[in-house]
């Protein structure tokens, strides 16, 4: 199987992945359900996991699949990673920060990957021998794509850097490294005070402008932030 095959497929899955998710976010409300990792998950979650599996099966049977909501499923050298929305949270609030993400590991190694982020009418794919790429929406996004470069030169000192979850989500020891890091920056998104000993602050909303889940990613491809850095919630705190 070539990987511009892998490419042209993944950019099909994608577009179903976003005529569904598409759907469920121009209703007034989206129901949801609280897993037990205390994160949500919606019936788009559901609907566009299953979806793309009952595609992939068909299209690459000899492939493996694991999904966030169902699972794993079949073995082989090849296995397809796949979330169906990132960032749920804020598909739920009517936010546009949520993508759907897809993967291709070949004997452990990840040759493929793309964030699809229709309410932003973008996505973003990316191959080892290839480089990183950005366009619309749609399967022939390839042909208005164009190449995402790294900047040169810069420093710490005059960096952007994203950090999520806020501090009262995280414990002493997290706080600290956000702290330290945001010092030595010029620019932190979302804007707050990192440095602060009180961690009891209330929490903000994911801001378009911060990070978090695939967003903070995505906001260093396109360079809107030098980095991001995602925390991992505090034991017995609330999820991202």
Same mark, same amino acid.
């Given at each position: 199987m070539t990987d511009l095959a892998?490419? +042209?497929?993944?950019? !099909?899955?994608a577009d179903r992945a976003d005529a569904i998710s598409g759907g469920y976010f121009s209703t007034a409300t989206v129901e949801s359900r609280t897993k037990s990792d205390g994160s949500p998950v919606t019936a788009a979650d559901r609907e566009i996991e299953n979806v793309l599996r009952s595609l992939i099966r068909q299209e690459r049977p000899d492939d493996a699949f694991i999904g966030e909501e169902f699972g794993a499923e079949g073995h082989g050298r090849r296995r397809w990673i796949i979330d169906a929305i990132d960032g749920t949270a804020s598909f739920l609030a009517g936010e546009p920060e949520w993508g759907t993400l897809i993967a291709?590991?070949?004997?452990? %190694?990840?040759? /493929?990957?793309? $964030?699809? $982020?229709?309410?932003?009418? %973008? !996505?973003?794919? =990316?191959?080892?021998?290839?480089?990183?790429?950005?366009?619309?929406?749609?399967?022939?996004? +390839?042909?208005? =794509?164009? !190449?995402? =470069?790294?900047?040169?030169?810069?420093?710490?000192?005059?960096? $952007? /850097?994203?950090?999520?979850?806020?501090?009262? %989500?995280?414990?002493?020891? +997290? !706080?600290?490294?956000?702290?330290? /890091?945001? %010092?030595?920056?010029?620019q932190v998104r979302p804007l707050l005070d990192w440095t602060a000993e009180d961690p009891t602050t209330p929490t903000p909303r994911k801001p378009s402008t911060g990070s978090g889940t695939c967003h903070g990613a995505l906001l260093v491809a396109t360079g809107q932030l030098d980095t991001s850095l995602l925390l991992e919630p505090a034991p017995g705190t609330s999820p991202r």
């Open positions: 892998d490419l +042209e497929l993944v950019h !099909r899955l291709i590991e070949d004997n452990g %190694r990840i040759t /493929l990957g793309m $964030a699809s $982020a229709p309410a932003l009418g %973008r !996505r973003w794919w =990316a191959r080892p021998d290839s480089g990183s790429w950005t366009g619309p929406c749609s399967s022939n996004s +390839e042909a208005s =794509a164009h !190449r995402l =470069a790294l900047a040169q030169g810069g420093s710490a000192q005059n960096a $952007a /850097l994203g950090i999520w979850p806020p501090p009262p %989500r995280l414990n002493q020891q +997290e !706080r600290a490294v956000a702290a330290k /890091l945001a %010092r030595a920056v010029k």
